[in-house]
């Protein structure tokens, strides 16, 4: 649907006599499209509302695993952990145009490192049941560095290789939509909720949308409304409970992308211990190298959050440590920071360190009805939208009905990319019908991968509106190089208003906010 037929679609449902959506989503993240999907594929009416664009939170600035999260077996959370694995197993299934199997070194320099984190990840393997990618194993230092030439050699004694999923957390986004979509669902970026209503019995059943294209205001009602805001839950909630305490305390992970001749073996490098505690992960991913993260608590949430110094020289000293050559700041190609939505221990109020709160996700049912689902994280985003459509329906009486998620194909599902470079994979059964539009063969910028013609697809189908959602969300360039997506600014606005039909103040406009958004990514 073109935006205009999406906006039309929003009116015509607010008309006198007009049926009420089953299921009204608040939100375009991993937790939203997750729920939105789980909805109108049981063939309930739904539509999803974004504030800004699909994934602009935490969800495009993940470290880019689909995986069981070896860190929280460590804590002891068996159950999380086990969850998290089987829906790798299903993820793989449903999309493995965007989800593939990646090996996973922890290398050893003490005697006893191999068989402690050995015997830990055999139980990772026996927690994923049939759903195993492949069994974890000891390999001696010649292997180790065959796998991962720039390892450090001295001291190496070897190392466990495991394996986890790697996915492109946006392009996941995008294809939820597209999925959504394909199911009878409506969803509309650019477009924030500024209100929420009450019928006469004080239940909410409903909310205010602004076009921020129009500034046009349309009032939608729902049997049912789901908040699945992310970091900025607390916001909603207090729409509905101006008293509302907050249920999160974010903490920031941060990210650097280098060039992938600092890992440029077949495999990622995971570092189970840092000096303070932490877990640190170096991961090849679209012909570069995504090192991270960290955990640092933040007094609230923003939509471009920033590297912390510190955090910068943390993760540069710890991959110094196993890595050689090592990158420095100079080899930084783009830094990039989400926010984790972790829910406050209540018997705490969130007080401590943010690396012992719960990664498990957690739904709360106001008083009013309001549904908020929060926490999690992409991994079991099916799973999460599982549990709240249960409860959605439940409370608004909708028909009962099982989910189809578990093998439901996501859009795009192929088997038959495998050839394909990167940036072509992704779209799956889709790529073929892009490499037939105009600038199939040209590229952006010598530095990046993309072709004029995913932009106008983008347009044309992924309700790509900006610059920044082409460049950031849609493509990866801000990711993969950010001082090369600037350059690349000039030329993707121009085709965005080309196909969009803008003119050149706004082609003007588009090109100086994404470049200064591209700074912020930049180090030097």
Same mark, same amino acid.
């Given at each position: 649907?073109?935006r205009?037929d999406i906006v039309q679609?929003v009116?015509?449902?607010?008309?006198?006599g007009?049926?009420?959506?089953d299921v009204?989503?608040?939100?375009g993240?991993?937790?939203g499209?997750?729920?939105?999907?789980?909805?109108?594929?049981?063939?309930?009416?739904?539509?999803?509302i974004?504030?800004h664009d699909?994934?602009?939170g935490?969800s495009?600035?993940?470290t880019?695993?689909?995986?069981g999260?070896v860190?929280?077996?460590?804590q002891?959370n068996?159950?999380?952990v086990?969850?998290a694995?089987h829906?790798?197993?299903?993820?793989?299934k449903n999309?493995?145009h965007?989800v593939?199997?990646l090996?996973?070194?922890i290398a050893?320099?003490t005697?006893?490192?191999?068989p402690?984190?050995?015997?830990?990840?055999?139980l990772y393997?026996?927690?994923a049941g049939k759903?195993?990618l492949?069994?974890?194993?000891?390999?001696g230092?010649?292997?180790?560095?065959?796998?991962?030439?720039?390892?450090r050699?001295k001291?190496?004694?070897g190392g466990i290789?495991?394996f986890?999923?790697?996915?492109?957390d946006?392009?996941?986004?995008i294809t939820l939509l597209?999925t959504?979509e394909d199911?009878g669902g409506?969803?509309?970026n650019?477009a924030?909720?500024?209100?929420l209503?009450r019928n006469?019995a004080?239940k909410?059943?409903g909310a205010s949308?602004?076009?921020?294209?129009?500034?046009? !205001?349309y #009032?939608? @009602?729902?049997?049912?409304?789901v908040?699945? +805001? *992310?970091?900025?839950v607390d916001?909603? =909630? &207090? $729409?509905?409970?101006?008293g509302?305490?907050n249920?999160?305390?974010?903490?920031q992970?941060v990210?650097?992308?280098?060039d992938r001749?600092f890992?440029p073996?077949?495999?990622?490098?995971?570092?189970?211990?840092?000096?303070?505690g932490?877990?640190?992960?170096a991961?090849?991913?679209?012909?570069?190298v995504?090192?991270?993260?960290t955990?640092t608590?933040?007094?609230?949430a923003?939509?471009?959050?920033?590297?912390l110094p510190?955090?910068i020289?943390f993760?540069?000293h710890t991959?110094?440590?196993y890595l050689?050559p090592?990158p420095t700041?100079a080899d930084?190609?783009?830094v990039?920071?989400g926010?984790?939505?972790?829910?406050?221990?209540?018997?705490t109020?969130?007080?401590?360190s943010?690396a012992?709160l719960?990664?498990?996700? !957690?739904i #709360?049912i @106001?008083g009013?009805?309001?549904?908020?689902l +929060? *926490?999690?994280?992409w991994?079991?985003? =099916? &799973? $999460?939208?599982?549990?709240?459509?249960?409860r959605a329906?439940?409370?608004?009486g909708?028909?009962?009905?099982?989910?189809?998620?578990?093998a439901?194909?996501l859009h795009?599902?192929?088997?038959?990319?495998?050839?394909?470079?990167?940036?072509w994979?992704v779209?799956?059964s889709d790529?073929?019908?892009i490499?037939?539009?105009?600038g199939a063969?040209?590229?952006?910028?010598p530095?990046l991968?993309?072709?004029?013609?995913e932009?106008r697809?983008a347009?044309r189908?992924?309700?790509?509106?900006?610059?920044?959602?082409?460049?950031?969300r849609?493509l990866r360039?801000?990711?993969?190089n950010?001082?090369?997506?600037?350059?690349?600014a000039p030329?993707?606005?121009?085709?965005l208003a080309e196909?969009?039909?803008?003119?050149?103040a706004?082609?003007?406009a588009q090109v100086q906010e994404y470049?200064?958004?591209?700074? *912020?990514?930049q180090?030097v």
């Open positions: 649907m073109k205009a679609t009116a015509q449902s607010q008309a006198p007009a049926q009420p959506w009204l989503v608040i939100g993240g991993a937790s499209l997750g729920t939105a999907v789980e909805a109108a594929s049981r063939g309930y009416r739904t539509l999803m974004e504030a699909y994934a602009k935490t495009s600035r993940s880019k695993l689909v995986h999260g860190r929280y077996l460590a002891g068996i159950s999380l086990r969850e694995l829906e790798r197993g299903l993820l793989k999309a493995p965007l593939h199997d090996g996973f070194l050893g320099y005697w006893w490192s191999a402690f984190y050995g015997i830990g990840l055999k393997d026996l927690l759903l195993n492949k069994n974890s194993r000891y390999i230092a010649g292997e180790a560095l065959e796998r991962t030439p720039t390892l050699k001291g190496l004694k290789l495991y986890d999923g790697q996915f492109d946006s392009r996941l986004a597209r959504l199911h409506v969803a509309l650019h924030p909720v500024t209100a209503h006469a004080g909410v059943d949308i602004r076009d921020e294209e129009t500034g046009q !205001v #009032r939608v @009602s729902a049997k049912v409304v908040n699945a +805001t *992310g970091v900025f916001a909603v =909630r &207090r $729409m509905d409970e101006p509302a305490r249920m999160l305390s974010p903490s992970g990210h650097v992308v280098v001749r890992l073996g077949d495999s990622a490098l995971m570092v189970p211990r840092t000096d303070d932490r877990v640190l992960f991961v090849p991913w679209h012909g570069h995504v090192i991270g993260t955990d608590p933040v007094p609230e923003s939509l471009e959050p920033r590297a510190e955090e020289e993760i540069l991959a110094a440590q050689d090592a700041r930084v190609r783009s990039y920071v926010l984790r939505p972790l829910v406050k221990n209540e018997k109020d969130g007080a401590g943010t012992a719960s990664r498990d996700h !957690v #709360r @106001s009013s009805g309001l549904i908020t +929060t *926490g999690g994280k991994t079991t985003y =099916r &799973r $999460m939208g599982e549990d709240t459509v249960n329906a439940a409370q608004a909708l028909p009962e009905r099982l989910t189809v998620t578990p439901l194909h795009g599902w192929s088997t038959e990319t495998g050839g394909l470079e990167d940036h994979r779209y799956g790529a073929e019908r490499r037939a539009l105009e063969n040209v590229p952006l910028h530095q991968p993309y072709r004029e013609a932009v697809w347009a189908n992924e309700q790509a509106r900006t610059v920044e959602d082409v460049l950031s849609r360039a801000l990711l993969l950010a001082r090369a997506s600037a350059e690349a030329r993707v606005a121009a085709i196909e969009l039909g803008h003119d050149g706004w082609q003007a470049q200064a958004l591209a700074k *912020g990514y180090l």
